[in-house]
């Protein structure tokens, strides 16, 4: 059953990239006078990456990999290298990090961790692995695409517990939620959010972050989509293709979930939650309700990333490579800059107020709008 599901969730990536042949032309761009100063402060290259690669972020480093095996530690400010490593493969998954331990996931399913540029252990895992591990309290989180969550010792690759629970065959192909909450594991299972004892495993509470509807199971999957965004107590995701939701991690308990259609990661603040849905129409929900507070339609079809909200902008990479910044207040286009042409992959992520870009064609693009 696991090498289905595993089998299954990548036949589903291949539908969602068949897909786009049928979409319509992007909407052109049009005429943009800045209304904010931003600027490209440096820009580096990893090899062609292959995969919607989420960097990790620490203290001011960018933690970064390229598909054929790179992994870089990059100073978010001006872009000089602390250090590199390699894999020895081919990278499936993303990069995590907490500073001193560094994971990543081989396509031969190897779980890969360094301390400062230095090999520790590699580990192997029974399924594939799309979603980047989590590095905390000393630990390494993986999951696979069949669901099952494995926490090993960072030091030396000891695997401390897995959890493996009853589910569909069919799961999502894209990186989904393993993310830290106080002292709690936060994973994504289908479209419900579990709360998990990091130390024994257990599952502590759960929540259902969408209800999927549909006549088969590629209509009904909802996997929850990661990077997870985290708001004080509250943490808030996308179901794929299904709903965008917000929950209260303290308590365990939904806060509110609207019907909305959409592949990508949400970005927010404190005021709003924001993200493009499946025709790339942007929406901000009042983050304390979930209530419309503005749309935005002049970017439909242009395939575009994740959101990162960067102080009073919000941004989103496309397919042809142009960044866009929109006032997170209003929705307003405020800024257009270029990358290399080719798409922008995963989501765009913040260190300081350096917002770093990732392209397909590896390259490594660091913004910073004022």
Same mark, same amino acid.
């Given at each position: 059953?696991?090498?289905?599901? @595993?089998?299954?969730?990548?036949?589903?990536?291949?539908?969602?990239?068949?897909?786009?042949?049928?979409?319509?032309?992007?909407? /052109?761009?049009?005429? #943009?006078?800045?209304?904010?100063?931003?600027?490209?402060? *440096?820009?580096?290259?990893?090899?062609?990456?292959? !995969?919607?690669?989420?960097?990790?972020?620490?203290?001011?480093?960018?933690?970064?990999?390229?598909?054929?095996?790179?992994?870089?530690? #990059?100073?978010?400010?001006?872009?000089?290298?602390?250090? +590199?490593?390699?894999?020895?493969?081919? =990278?499936?998954?993303?990069?995590?990090?907490?500073?001193?331990?560094?994971?990543? $996931?081989? +396509?031969? %399913?190897e779980v890969i961790t360094f301390e400062g540029g230095r090999?520790?252990?590699?580990?192997?895992?029974?399924?594939?692995?799309?979603?980047?591990?989590?590095?905390?309290?000393?630990?390494?989180?993986?999951?696979?695409?069949?669901?099952?969550?494995h926490a090993f010792d960072a030091i030396d690759g000891r695997?401390?517990?897995?959890?493996?629970? /009853?589910?569909?065959?069919?799961?999502?192909?894209?990186?989904?939620?393993?993310?830290?909450?106080? %002292?709690?594991?936060?994973?994504?299972?289908?479209?419900?959010? @579990?709360?998990?004892?990091?130390?024994?495993?257990?599952?502590? *509470?759960?929540?259902?972050?969408?209800?999927?509807?549909?006549? %088969?199971?590629?209509?009904r999957l909802a996997d929850l989509i990661g990077p997870l965004?985290?708001?004080?107590?509250?943490?808030?995701?996308?179901?794929?293709?299904?709903?965008?939701?917000?929950?209260?991690?303290?308590?365990?308990?939904?806060?509110?979930?609207?019907?909305?259609?959409?592949?990508?990661? =949400?970005?927010?603040?404190?005021?709003?939650?924001?993200?493009?849905?499946?025709?790339?129409? =942007?929406?901000?929900?009042?983050?304390?309700?979930?209530?419309? @507070?503005? &749309? %935005?339609?002049?970017?439909?079809?242009?395939?575009?990333?994740?959101?990162?909200? $960067?102080?009073?902008?919000?941004?989103?990479?496309?397919?042809?490579? *142009?960044?866009?910044?929109?006032?997170?207040?209003?929705?307003?286009?405020?800024?257009?800059?270029?990358?290399?042409? &080719?798409?922008?992959?995963?989501?765009?992520?913040?260190?300081?107020?350096?917002?770093?870009?990732? &392209?397909?064609?590896?390259?490594?693009?660091? !913004?910073?709008?004022?």
């Amino acid at each position: 059953m696991k090498r289905l599901a @595993a089998v299954m969730a990548l036949a589903v990536a291949g539908l969602a990239g068949c897909s786009s042949a049928d979409k319509p032309k992007p909407t /052109p761009l049009e005429e #943009l006078a800045p209304k904010i100063a931003g600027r490209q402060v *440096w820009a580096s290259t990893i090899g062609r990456v292959g !995969f919607p690669l989420l960097p990790a972020v620490h203290e001011g480093v960018f933690f970064v990999a390229s598909g054929d095996g790179n992994v870089l530690a #990059l100073r978010a400010d001006n872009g000089d290298l602390l250090w +590199r490593a390699s894999a020895g493969g081919a =990278i499936a998954a993303g990069v995590g990090s907490d500073g001193r331990y560094t994971s990543v $996931v081989t +396509r031969a %399913n190897e779980v890969i961790t360094f301390e400062g540029g230095r090999e520790l252990w590699r580990k192997r895992v029974p399924s594939s692995v799309v979603t980047p591990p989590l590095v905390a309290g000393e630990r390494v989180f993986v999951m696979g695409v069949d669901r099952a969550v494995h926490a090993f010792d960072a030091i030396d690759g000891r695997r401390l517990w897995t959890l493996q629970r /009853p589910g569909d065959a069919l799961t999502l192909a894209q990186a989904g939620v393993v993310a830290a909450f106080r %002292n709690t594991l936060l994973v994504g299972q289908g479209p419900r959010l @579990a709360g998990v004892d990091p130390l024994r495993g257990t599952v502590v *509470w759960e929540v259902p972050m969408a209800s999927p509807r549909g006549t %088969n199971e590629v209509e009904r999957l909802a996997d929850l989509i990661g990077p997870l965004l985290r708001i004080g107590d509250q943490v808030c995701a996308r179901a794929f293709q299904s709903a965008v939701a917000c929950a209260d991690a303290s308590r365990g308990a939904l806060q509110w979930s609207r019907n909305v259609g959409g592949v990508q990661a =949400i970005g927010g603040d404190a005021e709003r939650v924001i993200g493009a849905d499946a025709s790339d129409r =942007i929406t901000a929900w009042r983050a304390a309700t979930g209530d419309v @507070a503005w &749309t %935005n339609e002049k970017l439909l079809y242009r395939g575009l990333s994740g959101a990162a909200v $960067v102080g009073p902008v919000v941004a989103f990479g496309d397919s042809e490579g *142009w960044v866009h910044f929109l006032s997170a207040a209003t929705g307003e286009q405020q800024l257009r800059l270029r990358t290399d042409g &080719t798409p922008v992959l995963g989501t765009p992520v913040l260190a300081g107020t350096t917002l770093l870009v990732i &392209t397909q064609g590896g390259g490594l693009f660091a !913004f910073r709008p004022n």
